[in-house]
């Protein structure tokens, strides 16, 4: 039962990382097409969000989760909020 839990949480952090990784692109292309540094702000901070997201779920699936890799994603996170915050306000 274990191994079926594990490969799907692999499965379903794959899908993540791809939808994560395709909105941050999309972003991205955004702001080559404008120019408006906001955007580039944007798509960084969804990348340390989405990357601070998922560190714990692939760290867990290969038995090295420890509370430094979660102190880490969730400083990821915050960083990654921040930085979308800072974009929308500026």
Same mark, same amino acid.
């Given at each position: 039962?274990?191994?079926?839990?594990?490969? /799907?949480? +692999?499965?379903?952090?794959?899908?993540? $990382?791809? #939808? &994560?990784?395709?909105?941050?692109?999309?972003? %991205?292309?955004?702001?080559?097409?404008?120019?408006?540094?906001?955007? /580039?702000? +944007?798509?960084?901070?969804?990348?340390? $969000?989405? #990357? &601070?997201?998922?560190?714990?779920?692939?760290? %867990?699936?290969?038995?090295?989760?420890?509370?430094?890799?979660?102190?880490?994603?969730?400083?990821?996170?915050?960083?990654? $909020?921040?930085?979308?915050?800072?974009?929308?306000?500026?």
């Amino acid at each position: 039962m274990y191994d079926y839990y594990q490969t /799907l949480i +692999l499965v379903l952090a794959a899908i993540y $990382l791809l #939808i &994560g990784g395709g909105f941050i692109i999309y972003i %991205y292309d955004s702001y080559k097409r404008t120019k408006q540094k906001f955007m /580039l702000y +944007l798509s960084v901070g969804f990348f340390f $969000l989405i #990357i &601070g997201a998922a560190l714990p779920v692939l760290s %867990y699936t290969v038995a090295v989760l420890d509370r430094s890799t979660v102190v880490v994603a969730i400083l990821l996170q915050i960083a990654g $909020l921040s930085t979308i915050f800072y974009s929308v306000v500026k």
